[in-house]
């Protein structure tokens, strides 16, 4: 798949300036990274693409409360920690014993998250103990790079979830003031979330929202080829997890589907994995049959149905 990178407005590299920009914006590559401008900051739909890693992304940037993993940089002189949040939601971050974060869920960012981390990971290589960085916004003119052109693009993520966020301190160290204040706060928002470990399962969550429990289940597939097997399953009566479960909609995250489940709160989160696994084997069946059986009629009304509970984020 080619990696989409800032391209500029040279005639050497074969872009047609009316054909859709390299980079995903939709925007006509005149109109976008061929013009005058650069496309600074255009908007990137889908920013992880091309990631192996790309979904768990996805799901630590839009509903994963407390989670860190190290990053699997091509280089690097320091280790980089990708966290959900950081305090006051920075950026960057370099803790008093000089573990280096990066954050995913930051208060301002530019149309492009991919590049708004590697810009964030080039600052975290560098950093002081003790330095943080407050925001990353559109490009100041310098040229950091994407993502994709920092991380191994085979790696996959396993992200470490935190039941707080005792991790912004060192160990040992005791909170106080303005310090323990903020943790008490920033703990109190937390909701149980506990990632699916099953063989292939991967960025599937489940989170106790109070009145129920749900799994949110971010899938790599096109959308509307998700779409056609989800429809095909519904039909069938195989779009669940097991008894006590039931497909509740879905919610478009940086171009990815992300279907979700409603589930019964009193099961512990590990006890929906072996439905989560076979769900996801008849998953992959339908997708593999769409191949060679197109839908049926039900399947086709079913998919319009499933097509109308979706809601977007970007």
């Given at each position: ?21 390299p ?55 320091r280790e ?13 971050l370099v ?37 943080a ?7 100041d ?10 991380l ?34 920033a ?14 399962v ?8 109070g ?7 971010v899938?790599?597939e ?42 019964d709160r ?19 069946d339908?997708?593999?049959?769409l ?23 970007r």
């Amino acid at each position: 798949m080619a990696k989409r990178t800032a391209v500029k407005n040279n005639p050497a590299d074969g872009v047609n300036p009316r054909q859709p920009c390299p980079c995903g914006s939709g925007k006509r590559y005149k109109a976008c990274h061929g013009g005058a401008g650069g496309g600074a900051d255009v908007i990137v739909s889908r920013p992880f693409e091309g990631l192996a890693a790309e979904a768990e992304l996805i799901a630590l940037r839009e509903f994963v409360p407390s989670a860190t993993v190290k990053l699997p940089l091509k280089e690097g002189a320091r280790e980089i920690v990708l966290a959900t949040v950081l305090p006051m939601a920075a950026a960057g971050l370099v803790r008093a014993d000089g573990t280096a974060f990066v954050g995913l869920q930051v208060q301002t960012r530019s149309g492009d998250l991919s590049r708004d981390l590697a810009r964030a990971v080039q600052w975290a290589l560098t950093a002081e103990t003790g330095d943080a960085l407050a925001v990353v916004g559109p490009d100041d003119g310098a040229n950091p790079g994407r993502l994709q052109d920092l991380l191994d693009p085979e790696a996959t993520l396993s992200p470490e979830l935190h039941p707080d966020f005792a991790w912004w301190l060192p160990p040992d160290n005791e909170p106080t003031g303005d310090v323990a204040l903020s943790l008490e706060r920033a703990n109190a928002a937390i909701l149980p979330t506990e990632r699916l470990d099953a063989p292939g399962v991967q960025a599937a969550y489940w989170v106790d929202a109070g009145d129920k429990a749900h799994l949110r289940w971010v899938r790599p597939e096109p959308e509307e080829t998700l779409l056609a097997a989800l429809a095909r399953l519904s039909v069938r009566g195989e779009l669940d997890l097991g008894e006590g479960s039931r497909y509740a909609g879905s919610f478009r995250a940086h171009g990815l589907l992300v279907p979700v489940w409603d589930l019964d709160r009193e099961l512990h989160s590990s006890e929906w994995a072996p439905g989560a696994e076979a769900l996801g084997k008849r998953l992959q069946d339908a997708l593999t049959s769409l191949d060679t059986e197109p839908l049926t009629e039900p399947e086709r009304r079913s998919r319009d149905g499933l097509r109308g509970r979706q809601i977007t984020l970007r």
